[in-house]
């Protein structure tokens, strides 16, 4: 017998545990004899479930740009794979900090680290061990992660109201009274843009406000405002216009902290590519901040992996391949918006032709205003259910499906299953 025997089983992931199911009904369907008029590919499974681009094909999209780049670096005869330095590639900290701030040299502490994840499970536990911080909260809905990273690195995990369900909106009376109301050096988690899972933003004005808000408090009962930045580009395909929440709150001199990931935004999702920033008012300050992030690296993984980081500082760093970049990422954002659309068209349709009297006042247009990778449908739990043991589609329960999962062989059937399981 082994002392390890007695582990108790933990749950699956909220959104891997799906993709599990998605591909063992996969792997069945793949499996039916021909013969069978369920094989046919009208029942073949469909995932709307993960945040990862996919083309028009459903299949992963390599940027051409990030392609050109490898090709460029597999002929280079200076390549190696030495260890990066604990705090990362050099020349990628800087490109990064561009990218994020502008053109303003900002005085920030800043390392490369384990894509999104790692900025934020690193900010978290720099907040814990160095600031005193006790308490994360963020908005409802937010993404499962978040929690889980508070957690992990031993700080209370609360919520502030974000969205509500039935009406598609934000609830930003309730939202500001909230925060009005958090503890003096509470960490607030805000979605620098592309809301995951609502793709529902705060205007520009509103979020004057709430850096209004923060601004009023910072002298008497700070509060921390820690941007999770998984989709620059994501919300309005403009890195420019997608980096304005965290340029403002920045330009206030409030103490911003940015877990700024390259995964979704350059395609780069397993090379691990991200970067944590932290506001400093010092170069000494950043000098003995940068100490204590280079302590925690050294412990946990001792440093970050070199292949995402060299592409994405090319790619930032020379101009023809950040404007091609640029239009790489517009081929994303004009995909996502063109299925938004025809999603909504579908629906509308759907319902139409199925003379439920039930559905017939339902309303689409949020699937068309929100941004970003997902939409949050507004279909309850059971439906969502439905939509998979009866229809083989396969979303998280909270009703979110990611755009980027549709393409012009199933935007229909998605559409018409969602109809059918509200009826
Ligand atoms: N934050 C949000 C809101 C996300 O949706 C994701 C990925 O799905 C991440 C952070 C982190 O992604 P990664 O660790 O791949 O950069």
Redesign the pocket.
Known sequence: LSVFDKVEQGPPDAVFGIVDRFNKATAEWKALPTSDPKAADEFKPINIIV?AYRDENGKPWVLPTVRQIEKEMAEDPALEHEYLPITGLKTFIPAAQKLMFGEEKPTFASVQVL????A?YTGFSFLKNHVNCTKVIGPTPT?PNHPSCAKTAGLEYGSYPYYDNAKNSIVWDQLIESLEKAEANTVVLL?ACAH?PTGMDPTNAQWEQLADLFTKRATTSPLIPFF?C?YQGYASGDVEKDAFAVRLFTSRGLPVIVAH?F?KSMGL?GERC?CLHIACSSADAVKRVTSQLSIFIRATYSNPPGHGAKIATKLLSEPAKYDSWLKDLNVMTARLHAMRTKLREGLEKAQKESGAASVQNRDWTHITTQTGMFSFTGLTKDECAYMEKEHKVFLTPNGRISIAGLNDSNVERVAKCMIDSII
């Open positions: 945040g894509s999104g994840t790692g934020i993404w979605h995951n999770d998984a990931s995964s999702y991200g």
